[in-house]
């Protein structure tokens, strides 16, 4: 049972590239977000979604789009890398409106993402 | 909007002492989720401890406990027994019932003390 796959696990971009993080889950979960982890700061929220051709923005949006044409696929793309968007980002999957057991959230290994 | 507050960046525990670790949040819902989830070097995000807000009962799980103070809006977590192992960056997140949005502390970094 896979759970969440993210890749790349590292990546090294220049200043105004573009690059796209992968993420795919098989548990069938209608939910499925990204996050950014900043020190400091926790987890904050990019985008998320709540299923196929459904999304919708979080706490830290800009710079960052989503798609999401399959349940299973859930990816984020970097239009122009910035400096600031060096980070380490988690792709999460889980139960839409779960409750008790099925509250769980699935994180995927996150990327490192440098930006140089 | 809710946040979750995480007001020690740094603890240390000498193994097999027990250690407790610290969360306060704001909400103005009565009904919602508690998590704790541990980050080890691996990056891995696992989840220790969850509680429901309705359940006034705190949660377990082995070596883990909970000391939910739904008035007071704390949810702190005790590590008995404290290994090696349970060296890590530890989260506290809030999720509201009616959704399935995450919202974090700044998290905790445990170290563990042989």
């Known amino acids: 049972n896979a759970g969440v796959t993210q890749t790349p696990k590292f990546q090294v971009l220049k200043t105004g590239q573009s690059m796209t993080l992968q993420c795919a889950q098989d548990?069938?979960?209608?939910?499925m977000s990204w996050y950014r982890q900043d020190p400091g700061m926790g987890l904050r929220l990019i985008h998320y979604?709540?299923?196929?051709?459904?999304?919708d923005q979080g706490e830290v949006p800009n710079g960052y789009n989503v798609s999401r044409s399959t349940t299973e696929d859930f990816p984020l793309r970097l239009l122009s890398a910035a400096p600031s968007q060096t980070s380490v980002y988690f792709c999460?999957?889980?139960?839409?409106?779960?409750?008790?057991?099925?509250?769980?959230?699935?994180f995927g290994q996150g990327t490192r993402l440098t930006v140089v | 909007a809710q946040t979750v507050t995480q007001s020690q960046p740094e603890m240390s525990v000498q193994e097999a002492e027990t250690v407790t670790l610290s969360c306060t949040y704001d909400?103005?819902?009565?009904?919602?989720?508690l998590f704790w989830y541990k980050q080890p070097p691996s990056r891995q995000m696992i989840l220790v401890i969850r509680?429901?807000?309705?359940?006034?009962q705190n949660a377990t799980e082995n070596r883990f406990s909970v000391n939910f103070q739904k008035a007071a809006k704390s949810f702190s977590l005790k590590i008995s027994d404290s290994q090696l192992g349970d060296a890590a960056m530890y989260f506290c997140?809030?999720?509201?019932?009616?959704?399935?949005?995450?919202?974090f502390g700044a998290g905790t970094i445990l170290r563990v003390k042989s």
């Open positions: 509680q429901e807000a309705y359940k006034q």
């Open positions: 548990m069938n979960h209608e939910y």
């Open positions: 999460a999957s889980s139960s839409l409106g779960g409750a008790g057991l099925d509250t769980e959230a699935f």
């Open positions: 979604s709540v299923g196929a051709g459904i999304t």
């Open positions: 909400t103005s819902e009565s009904d919602y989720y």
């Open positions: 997140a809030y999720r509201s019932a009616r959704g399935n949005k995450l919202v």
